[in-house]
């Protein structure tokens, strides 16, 4: 079945300009299908200076119709693409490439004879798959969360995740009683959670290592009090949730591992963090990032607020992104790419009795000041691309240089820890090899930068277990 395509008309436009690392976001009506929309998913490729693919997913309802759509944001389509249709409520899509391929999966929760099923259809190579059933007879509350790899949800207060590819289909209970609202990393075997009960809900987070025994890891993310809505950002464990404070939900991000929305009387809720993925020389070991959530710090309505990280200028500027009359709320962060690539937020805006979808977007630079470091290359230094790539676990890197020099090869994740030292001494002129053994480390995407002398370069490469 080929896509089927619905065009897109604009109807208005809303520009508000606002500073943000010498920066502006312009913000736009993006979705304004007739019905409401709402309840979208994003989801992100990866990318190394260049324009990554990006979709989002939502819920449209129109009279007493519900449909799912899908439209690529990077690069934009421009063309809304009908995955299924119903009179029966649909609910919570989610979306992933499967893989770390370009094809996509979708999944959503249907409600037929007084019960959730979940279903699922993959687009191939632009084709459309056949709609499956995933699981079946589920009760309410089911909270569905996609990735690459797994998919999670929630059946009576168990945390249920079951692997997508054809060799683990089981389902196993991740973890049992008063768990919910389940997150998984896109991208990678990751999930975050909420457990507990009203008042004492707790952030844990598990990841997959099938090298470990048990291949299941947990960790308490949050510290005590009351913590929902864990979120993952577009890479991996970048989180962020809500904590309770005073009577007041705040937003917590494990980067900076405090209170992002400082002494603050209103609600700040839904967020979602974007943390660059690409360590540069100026940065070192520094991220930087920035929170995007819901607030209802205007009166009888609710704004998108961002918020810049501590090592941006000027930290304690908060940026409202929406500006509107009606409610805006549920960012989500991704891209947006025409003839330049851009980083997105996405929401849903309430006005009049009908949701639409909008979009906020500021040109995407890696670094500190809007500008990008370009890549430095020097006659004989030269720094291969890892073969194989994806790889499990142990992959090749080659490299030259032309004159005697001290040279490092490090490895690092998507928030610049170091994970590995390859290569940390002087070398004679030459072409060298080094492997990197990934066994213990969980799947995902990591770089590897190396400098000899005034030759600096960074690549990625993709650990797949």
Not at 52 to 77: E, G, H, L, M
Not at 141 to 159: D, H, K, P, V
Not at 244 to 260: A, E, R
């Amino acid at each position: 079945m080929k896509w089927s395509f619905v065009s897109f008309v604009s109807i208005s436009v809303i520009f508000c300009s606002s500073f943000l690392n010498a920066q502006s976001f312009t913000t736009t009506p993006y979705i304004t299908m007739p019905g409401n929309n709402s309840q979208i998913d994003v989801v992100n490729g990866y990318f190394y200076y260049s324009a990554p693919s990006a979709f989002i997913c939502w819920v449209n309802q129109y009279d007493s119709v519900y449909n799912i759509y899908i439209r690529q944001t990077s690069p934009d389509s421009g063309k809304n693409v009908l995955i299924f249709s119903d009179t029966n409520q649909i609910a919570n899509p989610k979306i992933a490439f499967i893989d770390y391929s370009s094809n996509v999966r979708i999944v959503w929760q249907s409600f037929i004879n007084n019960h959730w099923q979940i279903l699922s259809r993959e687009i191939i190579n632009d084709t459309l798959g056949n709609v499956v059933s995933m699981t079946d007879s589920l009760n309410d509350n089911i909270m569905t969360s996609l990735g690459s790899q797994i998919l999670a949800w929630i059946q009576n207060g168990n945390l249920l995740v079951q692997f997508l590819d054809s060799a683990k289909t089981s389902v196993i209970t991740l973890d049992s009683v008063n768990c919910s609202n389940p997150e998984v990393g896109k991208n990678g075997l990751f999930v975050v959670y909420q457990k507990g009960l009203t008042g004492n809900r707790q952030i844990y987070s598990a990841i997959y290592n099938s090298y470990t025994n048990p291949a299941w890891a947990f960790a308490k993310i949050s510290k005590g009090g009351d913590n929902i809505n864990p979120s993952v950002g577009p890479f991996e464990y970048s989180i962020s949730y809500q904590s309770m404070h005073n009577g007041v939900w705040k937003i917590i991000s494990n980067i900076i591992k405090n209170d992002t929305t400082g002494n603050i009387n209103y609600n700040c809720e839904n967020p979602c963090v974007f943390a660059y993925p690409i360590p540069t020389k100026r940065l070192s070991s520094i991220t930087p990032f920035f929170i995007v959530y819901d607030s209802d710090s205007l009166k009888l309505n609710k704004e998108v607020i961002c918020m810049p990280s501590p090592v941006w200028p000027h930290p304690d500027t908060t940026i409202n992104l929406s500006n509107s009359p009606g409610d805006d709320y549920a960012p989500l962060i991704s891209y947006y790419h025409t003839d330049t690539t851009y980083i997105a937020v996405f929401w849903t805006h309430e006005e009049n009795g009908t949701k639409d979808i909008w979009m906020a977007k500021t040109i995407y630079t890696p670094e500190i000041g809007g500008v990008k470091e370009p890549p430095q290359v020097l006659s004989n230094y030269t720094l291969e691309q890892n073969y194989p790539n994806p790889f499990n676990p142990v992959t090749t890197i080659s490299y030259t240089i032309a004159a005697k020099d001290f040279v490092t090869i490090k490895v690092s994740d998507l928030l610049g820890k170091e994970v590995a030292t390859l290569v940390n001494e002087e070398k004679a002129a030459g072409s060298y090899s080094v492997n990197f053994n990934g066994s213990k480390l969980s799947s995902g995407v990591y770089f590897y930068r190396m400098q000899a002398g005034s030759f600096v370069e960074t690549k990625k490469l993709i650990l797949v277990k």
